[in-house]
């Protein structure tokens, strides 16, 4: 990346002027604030807001499952998006297991940032328990007290617990799992529950918790169930988000650009070694009314100056990206116009073809006559009820897939 931009900056100082190229056009372009950050809803004058929870069990017997939630985070994030107004939307993760495993639960904290999301979540694996019940009861109190839940009273706060076991409930110093939900309930938190395979015990009691956190009940096969097909457009996608990532520059103090360096080190991960189908999804939500939000992080110096939110001249030459720092102002600014231009037309193509890799799936799909009982679905079909509610609107027939 640092050689293309020195090499870049070398061209420009030499050529002492650049050749503007025009504007393409059908699509927003990304030199306007409201690309960066969904539109704000004309009634309240604010963006809508979605967080959302998965309370995942890792142990041995879901792997399955594990692997549908690597390959299906940013299906699940694109028909969130999808949503009238556009929503911010931030996710996290408790994984949990049992008492005497390697952990009980591991916590990840909500944030818009989902490529440190999904980074992280790569790493999961399913291991442990054996025995039957797990650590359901620590797992809720966990994700109802350790996650920073919006404040915002009109926020949709949903929380999905995953899993094929049901809770110990033998556990003398645990805080049973009814408590918890009524704390969700106090903070506005709607918790759904999917049960993966048919185990009777699981199904009472996640049943029981499903209604006392004034959510839904689902039940899929043990693998998850969802909708998996590659199409011809992945590879394309996938390598056009590359090419997008490519295109941000971040600038900042010391601090800041180490956390910039964090995302930047997920994305790599992600590119290198996520599947295609999974990048190709990515790429989709990264051009969404909610996606740009994941895409430009905090301090992207392309947006901010192309936008008008940040006059190029005002930053410290310091908190500049290193191969800019030496380069004359005519020239770091002409890199700006011609990145961003870059990443316009990029975005240009992939929503044109995340546009057909949707018409494919779609034909796939009627064709097959399958999706309507998938994980997808019914995670869309909830979101879609339950949102609404709180002023969110959903118009698709069937969620991203």
């Not at 030499?14 to 409201?34: D, E, H, K």
Request: hydrophobic share 40%.
């Amino acid at each position: 990346m640092k050689s293309k931009l020195i090499a870049l900056s070398l061209f420009i100082v030499t050529a002492v002027a650049v050749v503007m190229s025009p504007a393409y056009q059908g699509i927003a372009a990304l030199t306007t604030p409201s690309v960066s950050l969904p539109p704000v809803d004309p009634l309240t004058n604010t963006r809508p807001r979605i967080d959302v929870v998965f309370v995942l069990d890792t142990t041995g017997s879901m792997g399955g499952l594990i692997q549908a939630a690597k390959e299906k985070i940013w299906s699940i994030a694109t028909t969130m998006a999808s949503a009238q107004p556009a929503p911010v939307i931030r996710m996290g993760l408790v994984a949990y297991r049992d008492r005497g495993d390697a952990y009980v639960t591991r916590v990840v904290d909500l944030s818009d940032d989902l490529d440190s999301l999904y980074a992280t979540l790569m790493d999961f694996q399913a291991a442990g328990g054996g025995d039957g019940p797990e650590s359901v009861n620590q797992a809720l109190h966990t994700a109802v007290h350790e996650i920073s839940w919006s404040q915002n009273p009109q926020a949709y706060k949903v929380l999905f617990l995953v899993g094929d076991a049901p809770p110990h409930m033998d556990y003398p110093d645990d805080i049973k799992y009814p408590q918890s939900l009524a704390a969700a309930r106090d903070k506005g938190i709607v918790v759904n529950t999917i049960q993966c395979g048919a185990d009777g015990k699981t199904t009472g009691e996640w049943r029981h918790i499903a209604q006392l956190g004034q959510g839904d009940y689902v039940q899929v096969e043990q693998g998850g169930g969802a909708v998996a097909i590659a199409t011809p457009f992945d590879e394309k996608l996938a390598t056009l988000s590359e090419k997008l990532d490519d295109t941000r520059l971040y600038y900042g103090n010391a601090e800041e650009k180490a956390q910039q360096q964090h995302k930047l080190a997920a994305a790599g991960k992600l590119h290198t070694a996520a599947s295609l189908e999974s990048r190709a999804r990515r790429a989709a939500f990264n051009v969404s009314g909610s996606g740009a939000v994941n895409f430009l992080g905090e301090g992207e110096l392309v947006d901010d100056v192309a936008s008008g939110r940040v006059e190029l001249s005002r930053i410290d030459r310091d908190k500049l990206p290193e191969p800019m720092q030496a380069m004359a102002p005519a020239a770091q600014q002409a890199l700006i116009t011609e990145t961003a231009e870059r990443r316009k037309e990029l975005k240009r193509q992939i929503s044109e073809l995340a546009g057909q890799r949707a018409d494919y799936l779609k034909k796939k799909l009627e064709d097959s006559g399958s999706g309507r009982d998938s994980l997808d679905d019914k995670i869309y079909k909830v979101v879609r009820d339950q949102a609404g509610k709180v002023g969110l609107h959903y118009e698709a027939a069937a969620p991203a897939y």
